[in-house]
């Protein structure tokens, strides 16, 4: 982007990021109550704005979150905030939280959620990128796990470790040790040609590109253990952000295995504009 993007959509409206307060006793500051979304603005369209719409709904109503606005006024709010792109792309960041409350856990009764997106650049190209396996674990099955929650501290800490260990991203465990998924990406590899992904009940967060990649039956949900992946030929990694991104190396092992269907699947993204028979939300629609 030409400049720092200053303003944001703040509770239905677009302000300068410096006047936003958040309550000290807001949820989402001091319990990490809340969800969030993280949108590729491509600098002309919202990419799968309605998958990312839909599983903030579910998240929200399975935690007993209202969601202040409808999907219209939330659309409008995010591409009026895209306009300051200057048609460059970049990463919106779409948080609510459940608002403010009193001290200790019990859920508020009549608590008024918060919502903030903000717009940052993002790298025009993501380049192969290496992983190592970690010893910090996805809560399978928990909330965390399931939905996208504000609860991000054991991705943090994830991370942290895999970069000591020289890796650019860390695979974390899920349910009996197996792989659950990288701290900002789901994991696919190609095992005896089959492209598998962990399954949700194993820790996976039902991302939004592998939820398309699973739907048009390019890869399929399995367990990966630890032969599995020391035998896997090739991987990538997806989000909504990076697409389809190469693996060039799992712990100390190099993968140089068959790339074709990594391209496969990156090109079969870039060809889907939004959920089938849609188009993508464009400024000036």
Not at 269 to 278: F, H, N, W
């Amino acid at each position: 982007m030409p400049s720092p993007i200053t303003n944001c959509w703040w509770n239905g409206q677009i302000v300068a990021i410096d006047e936003v307060r958040i309550p000290l006793n807001d949820r989402g500051f001091t319990l990490g109550d809340g969800l969030f979304e993280t949108l590729l603005w491509t600098g002309a369209s919202i990419r799968f704005f309605e998958d990312h719409m839909a599983r903030l709904s579910h998240g929200a109503q399975a935690l007993g979150i209202v969601i202040p606005f409808d999907v219209a006024t939330i659309e409008s709010g995010l591409l009026e905030l895209a306009k300051q792109s200057m048609g460059v792309a970049g990463a919106m960041r779409l948080t609510l939280t459940r608002g403010v409350g009193a001290r200790g856990l019990q859920m508020p009764i009549d608590a008024s959620p918060f919502m903030l997106a903000t717009l940052s650049p993002v790298e025009s190209e993501y380049p192969a990128i290496s992983l190592s396996c970690v010893d910090v674990v996805r809560p399978w099955g928990a909330p965390s796990s399931r939905f996208k929650t504000l609860s991000y501290v054991d991705h943090v800490v994830a991370l942290s470790r895999a970069q000591a260990l020289g890796a650019e991203d860390g695979l974390m465990r899920g349910q009996g040790n197996r792989i659950a998924c990288a701290t900002r990406a789901n994991v696919i590899v190609r095992y005896q040609d089959r492209f598998l992904t962990p399954p949700v009940s194993d820790g996976a967060l039902p991302g939004i590109i592998r939820g398309r990649l699973l739907g048009a039956g390019l890869i399929e949900e399995a367990e990966i253990d630890d032969q599995t992946l020391a035998h896997c030929t090739s991987a990538c990694l997806t989000n909504s952000l990076i697409g389809v991104r190469r693996v060039y190396r799992l712990d100390e092992r190099s993968l140089d295995g068959d790339e074709d269907w990594i391209t496969h699947l990156a090109g079969f993204i870039e060809t889907l504009e939004g959920p089938e028979g849609e188009k993508a939300r464009h400024v000036g629609d």
